[in-house]
């Protein structure tokens, strides 16, 4: 055993110095490296994943990642639009982030790139909800003989753990300030209270609206009409067809000959494409503009990957944000946010940086799926703020708290004892919930940090901190709730930020631009130097391999407010919503 690992260590010293050669550097970019040719007759193929990143994970080798992410496939259309290799343009929905936005994004894409004139098909095996929404957006749909249109209506889920912890003797103490910020009630609740069942039943009905009209103006009927089908629904094929969902039963062989795309012409993977070329907004020369990423639960520290997902360290973040306030050369910022919010100083430190940034130079957010509580807060400096129709958002509201767990430990025959000096010393015991003095004590902090909160969205949204409470306490809206409410400037997506970023720093329309982004890809060698960059651990990988997607956002919304409580610190993040799409 010990010969062989000594042999498996020296063929991957062998390995590392032949790549680290020039005859390595020379095969890497020959084979890896070098952009694939394009087909000067091609039709792109566009499969949408569940998982549909922001951005290419820093950790992850770039050469080895057949992922699309979000600003890839929408750069992809981009191009294609004015591409002469490209006849048209098959797009096959696989699966659809859970949430709205990114579906949302990448639909007014494909919509822009109908402008073009050249055939935009969807081809459908399964379409649930915010598969076929954004297939609609094309000129024709195509169905598997054998598919199922699974158009069937909106429901949330949320998931409520007080019965098990009570079975387990652990006692949630927690606190909230704002009677919508219903994220504790996972922990303290056995059901909807009132004001929970509201919020959610308003962010459905905002969802299922905009579900509705998309379909109906895409597909040329009245949204009454559309809410009918959907009461039939799922449908077989056959319906499908006689409502008028699809244009046609085909198989994906079938679908070039049918929807008027060359024949002949070559199928070409997204992947290729992408890798040909940059599929992003800018070129390698002109002006210089940040895009910077916030992705993930805001923490103090380091950013990172883990299990669940990416998540935003301030420190990290701030880094970023110092360096292109210093750099001259780069004229606009624009922020990317897709965060359910965490900690509340790490926000508050983001928000600080960004503040001084906004005096130096043109600051522009954009919203993905998520830019809740901490994720509103740091969205606050924005000069303007870009979000899409069911983006989740606001959510201005706090809450902290403990668990006791003295129940759970004498179930196993464990007890807690201390010994303490100071009043407040024992105020995180996990032996006892808080006193009356303690929970004062807590709530002054948190109310102070709420009317911070609210003080800072006012002046941020030229508003009256009186009517920012009102529409605060802790309630989630949608973006376009949140635009009539004077809580964002407009409807849209990343390319109308990246547009309005333009037009505040004085650069033409057509005029080139280098987009330099935040966090940067990590070169091979760097990779190779640290391959395991980016991951808390192994249970990634397990999780990658195991796990839905769904699933994986379910248990990271249920561990995060774990992970995030520091004791003493309220937290800043929005209650989950799992929502069937």
């Given at each position: 055993m010990a010969a062989r690992r000594g042999l498996w260590l020296v063929l991957i010293l062998i390995m590392v110095a032949v790549l680290t050669s020039a005859a390595g550097l020379a095969f890497v970019y020959t084979f890896v490296g070098r952009p694939r040719p394009?087909?000067?007759?091609?039709?792109?193929?566009?499969?949408?994943?569940?998982?549909?990143?922001?951005?290419?994970?820093?950790?992850?080798p770039t050469l080895w990642s057949d992922q699309p992410t979000l600003r890839g496939l929408v750069g992809a259309l981009r191009r294609a639009k004015t591409d002469r290799r490209i006849q048209g343009v098959v797009v096959v929905p696989g699966g659809t982030p859970a949430l709205w936005g990114k579906t949302q994004e990448l639909r007014d894409a494909l919509l822009d790139f109908r402008k073009a004139g050249k055939p935009l098909v969807a081809y459908l095996e399964y379409a649930g909800n915010q598969e076929y929404y954004l297939a609609s957006a094309c000129d024709k749909v195509y169905l598997m003989p054998s598919g199922t249109i699974d158009l069937g209506g909106l429901a949330s889920y949320e998931m409520f753990l007080r019965g098990t912890l009570d079975k387990l003797g652990i006692y949630p103490d927690f606190v909230?300030?704002?009677?919508?910020?219903?994220?504790?009630?996972?922990?303290?609740?056995?059901?909807?209270?009132?004001?929970?069942?509201?919020?959610?039943?308003?962010?459905?009905?905002?969802?299922?609206?905009?579900?509705?009209?998309?379909?109906?103006?895409?597909?040329?009927?009245?949204?009454?009409?559309?809410?009918?089908?959907?009461?039939?629904?799922?449908?077989?094929?056959?319906?499908?067809?006689?409502?008028?969902l699809v244009d046609d039963l085909a198989y994906l062989d079938e679908v070039r000959k049918k929807s008027g795309i060359e024949p002949r012409s070559r199928l070409l993977e997204s992947r290729d494409y992408l890798g040909s070329e940059d599929g992003g907004f800018g070129f390698t020369q002109g002006s210089r503009v940040a895009l910077i990423y916030a992705v993930g639960a805001i923490t103090p520290g380091r950013s990172g990957e883990s299990w669940q997902g990416g998540y935003v360290g301030s420190d990290t973040l701030n880094e970023y944000i110092r360096k292109v306030r210093e750099d001259s050369s780069?004229?606009?910022?624009?922020?990317?946010?897709?965060?359910?919010?965490?900690?509340?100083?790490?926000?508050?430190?983001?928000?600080?940086?960004?503040?001084?940034?906004?005096?130096?130079?043109?600051?522009i957010v954009s919203m993905s799926d998520l830019a809740a509580s901490g994720g509103y807060y740091i969205a606050m400096p924005a000069h303007v703020i870009v979000a899409q129709p069911g983006t989740l958002t606001g959510s201005i509201g706090i809450f902290g708290?403990?668990?006791?767990?003295?129940?759970?430990?004498?179930?196993?025959?464990?007890?807690?004892?201390?010994?303490?000096?100071?009043?407040f010393a024992e105020m995180g015991s996990p032996a006892r919930p808080f006193t009356p003095e303690e929970r004062a004590k807590l709530e002054e902090h948190m109310q102070a940090f709420y009317d911070q909160f609210v003080e800072k969205v006012a002046?941020?949204?030229?508003?009256?901190?009186?009517?920012?409470?009102?529409?605060?306490?802790?309630?989630?809206?949608?973006?376009?709730?949140?635009?009539?409410?004077?809580?964002?400037?407009?409807?849209?997506?990343?390319?109308?930020?990246?547009?309005?970023?333009?037009?505040?720093?004085?650069?033409?329309?057509?005029?080139?631009?280098?987009?330099?982004?935040?966090?940067?890809?990590?070169s091979f060698f760097e990779w190779l130097a640290d391959p395991l960059s980016g991951a808390d651990d192994g249970r990634s990988l397990l999780l990658d391999v195991f796990a839905t997607p769904s699933e994986r956002r379910?248990?990271?919304?249920?561990?995060?407010?774990?992970?995030?409580?520091?004791?003493?610190?309220?937290?800043?993040?929005?209650?989950?919503?799992?929502?069937?799409p």
């Amino acid at each position: 055993m010990a010969a062989r690992r000594g042999l498996w260590l020296v063929l991957i010293l062998i390995m590392v110095a032949v790549l680290t050669s020039a005859a390595g550097l020379a095969f890497v970019y020959t084979f890896v490296g070098r952009p694939r040719p394009i087909p000067s007759n091609a039709t792109l193929v566009l499969r949408v994943s569940a998982d549909l990143p922001e951005y290419e994970p820093p950790g992850l080798p770039t050469l080895w990642s057949d992922q699309p992410t979000l600003r890839g496939l929408v750069g992809a259309l981009r191009r294609a639009k004015t591409d002469r290799r490209i006849q048209g343009v098959v797009v096959v929905p696989g699966g659809t982030p859970a949430l709205w936005g990114k579906t949302q994004e990448l639909r007014d894409a494909l919509l822009d790139f109908r402008k073009a004139g050249k055939p935009l098909v969807a081809y459908l095996e399964y379409a649930g909800n915010q598969e076929y929404y954004l297939a609609s957006a094309c000129d024709k749909v195509y169905l598997m003989p054998s598919g199922t249109i699974d158009l069937g209506g909106l429901a949330s889920y949320e998931m409520f753990l007080r019965g098990t912890l009570d079975k387990l003797g652990i006692y949630p103490d927690f606190v909230h300030i704002g009677d919508y910020k219903t994220a504790v009630n996972t922990f303290t609740e056995e059901g909807f209270t009132p004001a929970h069942r509201e919020m959610i039943t308003s962010l459905n009905a905002d969802a299922f609206g905009e579900l509705v009209r998309g379909i109906a103006t895409s597909r040329k009927k009245s949204e009454a009409d559309v809410r009918a089908i959907v009461d039939t629904g799922p449908l077989l094929p056959e319906d499908a067809l006689a409502h008028g969902l699809v244009d046609d039963l085909a198989y994906l062989d079938e679908v070039r000959k049918k929807s008027g795309i060359e024949p002949r012409s070559r199928l070409l993977e997204s992947r290729d494409y992408l890798g040909s070329e940059d599929g992003g907004f800018g070129f390698t020369q002109g002006s210089r503009v940040a895009l910077i990423y916030a992705v993930g639960a805001i923490t103090p520290g380091r950013s990172g990957e883990s299990w669940q997902g990416g998540y935003v360290g301030s420190d990290t973040l701030n880094e970023y944000i110092r360096k292109v306030r210093e750099d001259s050369s780069i004229k606009a910022v624009v922020l990317r946010v897709d965060s359910p919010g965490g900690s509340s100083i790490a926000s508050d430190a983001i928000w600080r940086e960004l503040m001084l940034t906004r005096e130096v130079k043109p600051l522009i957010v954009s919203m993905s799926d998520l830019a809740a509580s901490g994720g509103y807060y740091i969205a606050m400096p924005a000069h303007v703020i870009v979000a899409q129709p069911g983006t989740l958002t606001g959510s201005i509201g706090i809450f902290g708290g403990k668990f006791v767990t003295a129940g759970l430990m004498s179930k196993v025959g464990a007890r807690i004892e201390s010994v303490s000096e100071g009043r407040f010393a024992e105020m995180g015991s996990p032996a006892r919930p808080f006193t009356p003095e303690e929970r004062a004590k807590l709530e002054e902090h948190m109310q102070a940090f709420y009317d911070q909160f609210v003080e800072k969205v006012a002046e941020a949204r030229r508003s009256t901190p009186e009517q920012i409470d009102a529409m605060a306490q802790g309630r989630v809206w949608t973006g376009r709730q949140a635009k009539d409410l004077g809580l964002v400037d407009e409807l849209g997506g990343l390319s109308r930020a990246m547009a309005i970023a333009r037009e505040r720093a004085g650069i033409g329309a057509d005029a080139p631009v280098e987009l330099v982004v935040y966090p940067p890809r990590k070169s091979f060698f760097e990779w190779l130097a640290d391959p395991l960059s980016g991951a808390d651990d192994g249970r990634s990988l397990l999780l990658d391999v195991f796990a839905t997607p769904s699933e994986r956002r379910a248990l990271a919304a249920v561990q995060a407010p774990l992970r995030l409580l520091r004791h003493g610190e309220p937290l800043a993040l929005m209650p989950y919503v799992f929502v069937r799409p």
